[in-house]
């Protein structure tokens, strides 16, 4: 059974930058397109950032196109989100999750495996 662990959430104000990573315990890393999705209070849960299984492609919802960066280390199983320039609208639980054998995709029921989630607060 895949298990995601996400880190590097917090409190930063409108303008700085975050890092969020996700470690994956349990299963082979390179079978496996990672996405990072958010959900903010009171909305639905939606795609942020995904990335293929050996890094030759990216995809980003159009609002943070710019300012995020996901990347993967697939030595240490791990996936990244760097956040820059970041906006009080951004303000959610970032969730990590993975699916398998999948090409990109931004759709949440694709994605079979799922972190448990870092809040991610942005200050006006």
């Known amino acids: 059974q895949v298990r995601l662990v996400e880190s590097g959430g917090g409190f930063v104000q409108a303008g700085g930058s975050l890092r969020l990573s996700c470690k994956a315990s349990g299963g082979t890393f390179t079978n496996f397109t990672m996405g990072w999705f958010r959900q903010a209070p009171g909305k639905e849960r939606e795609f942020v950032a995904a990335?293929?299984?050996?890094?030759?492609?990216?995809d980003y919802i159009d609002s943070v196109r710019g300012r995020f960066a996901i990347s993967r280390d697939n030595a240490k199983n791990t996936v990244y989100m760097q956040m820059d320039s970041l906006k009080p609208d951004d303000t959610a639980v970032y969730y990590c999750a993975a699916a398998a054998k999948l090409a990109l995709s931004r759709t949440i029921s694709r994605y079979s495996h799922w972190g448990q989630g870092t809040q991610v607060t942005v200050s006006s």
């Open positions: 990335i293929s299984r050996r890094s030759r492609s990216t």
